[in-house]
Structure formats: C-alpha cells, structure tokens
C-alpha cells in the first residue's frame, strides 16, 4: 500500500506564493505520474497538475498555467508545486495523488487516480 501525505499549505494574501510537498511512502513506489488536484467547498475535485514520473513531462490547468510549477525528486519519492501569484479561487484543499497505469487521456480525471493524499488547506485572502 502506498501512502502519500502533503504539507505546505497555509493562509496567505492574494499574490503571495507557496510550496507544497508531498511524500510517498510504503510498498515499492513506481508511479506512471503523480500530481495535484484541489477541492473547494461546494465544488467538485479539479485537476491542477501532473508530472510523468519517467521524462518529467509536466501539464497544467489553464487556470494555473504560468503561476503553478510542479516538480518531483525521485530520489526522494516526492513532488512539489510551488504556486505563485495565488489568487483568492485558488483557496481549496489541495490533494497529492498518484497512479502506477494512469494513460495521458486520464490525466485530469480523480477517479482514474489509485493513491491519494488526506489534502492541506491553501487559503488566500483578498
């Protein structure tokens, strides 16, 4: 069993940054990728980012094109996503997950998604 587990997230003013981790740990740890998704109150989980775990491919939400930046060290079984320029919509919980088979079709949808983390809150006042 995987388990992944975020840190990070915390109550900031419209244009500040954050850096959000997230470790994997448990069973041997080979996903194909591994990314964010967010949940506001009221709203469904979206996708926010993903990164192919081999090759380092990276995609994003339109809505945070330019202002998110995932990353990952294999070495330590982690991804980041250093977030810039937040904005109040981007307050949501924020998901780490990851999927050993996931196909590029699959990308932004949760349910396709095996593993995931409990979420760390991103507030951002106005």
């Known amino acids: 069993q995987v388990q992944l587990e975020e840190s990070g997230g915390g109550l900031v003013q419209s244009g500040d940054s954050l850096r959000l981790s997230c470790a994997a740990s448990g069973q041997t740890f080979r996903p194909r990728y591994m990314g964010w998704f967010r949940q506001a109150p009221g709203k469904e989980r979206e996708f926010v980012a993903v990164i192919r775990w081999s090759g380092g491919h990276t995609y994003y939400a339109d809505s945070v094109k330019g202002r998110f930046t995932i990353s990952k060290d294999s070495a330590r079984n982690a991804v980041f996503l250093q977030m810039d320029t937040l904005k109040p919509e981007d307050t949501a919980t924020y998901y780490c997950?990851?999927?050993?088979?996931?196909?590029?079709?699959?990308?932004?949808?949760?349910?396709?998604?095996?593993?995931w983390g409990q979420g760390t809150q991103v507030t951002v006042s106005s």
């Open positions: 997950a990851a999927d050993p088979t996931l196909i590029m079709s699959e990308l932004r949808n949760p349910r396709d998604y095996d593993y």
